[in-house]
């Protein structure tokens, strides 16, 4: 059967997240090698455009995720994860709440944590420290040259630690504290710790 009018008989002519019947297409969820049924949902477009990131989040849209999150096709599960995710991550709290009562089979949260990964690779450059290391929030590091600290009259000498770094929006920079003082650094002066140091 072709795959359109298999999901068109799967989702009795819905949208299959928001139940809408109008301007219906099959989105392929990612990552498709060989397109099939069971790795597609049937989608308005609306929805669509959303989920092709061709138009801003409608949250408001997305409160129809309350109900098709809890579908029993596991295509339509990912999707409804990954955009839940991407509004938790805009600050919409009740898509973390909605997160944290989903359930999903392990094969299937791999599946929809690849989409996630994908997304994060898309929105933000990773931050890398000045070995190119790849660098998250609560990371300790250590910094490689002497800096001095505008504003907070000392000088951080070479090889002091800087714990639980957050991120910013620039990956060139991260924050940390330094001497009690919090202050941005530039990646390229510091070097991740490992993970376990000796003491
Ligand atoms: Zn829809």
């Not at 929805?47 to 061709?54: A, D, G, V």
């Not at 408001?60 to 938790?88: E, G, K």
């Amino acid at each position: 059967m072709p795959i359109n009018a298999a999901l068109t008989e799967r989702s009795n002519g819905c949208c299959e997240l928001c139940s809408s019947t109008t301007d219906l297409s099959v989105f392929e969820v990612p990552p498709v090698k060989e397109p099939n049924s069971d790795k597609s949902v049937l989608v308005c477009s609306t929805c669509l455009s959303q989920l092709e990131k061709q138009t801003d989040m409608d949250s408001n849209h997305w409160r129809c995720l309350n109900d098709s999150m809890w579908s029993q096709v596991p295509a339509v599960q990912v999707t409804a994860f990954r955009l839940l995710t991407r509004l938790s991550n805009a600050g919409e709290s009740w898509a973390q709440d909605l997160l944290d009562m989903m359930y999903m089979e392990d094969e299937q949260k791999a599946w929809a944590d690849y989409g996630v990964a994908a997304d994060e690779i898309e929105d933000v450059a990773p931050t890398r420290d000045s070995n190119g290391t790849v660098l998250v929030a609560g990371d300790n590091v250590t910094l490689i040259k002497d800096l001095d600290v505008k504003g907070g009259n000392f000088t951080a000498k070479r090889g002091t630690p800087v714990r639980n770094i957050s991120l910013t929006d620039n990956p060139e920079h991260i924050e940390g504290r330094v001497n009690g003082v919090r202050i941005v650094l530039l990646t390229q002066y510091i070097k991740k710790m490992p993970l376990f140091e000796d003491k």
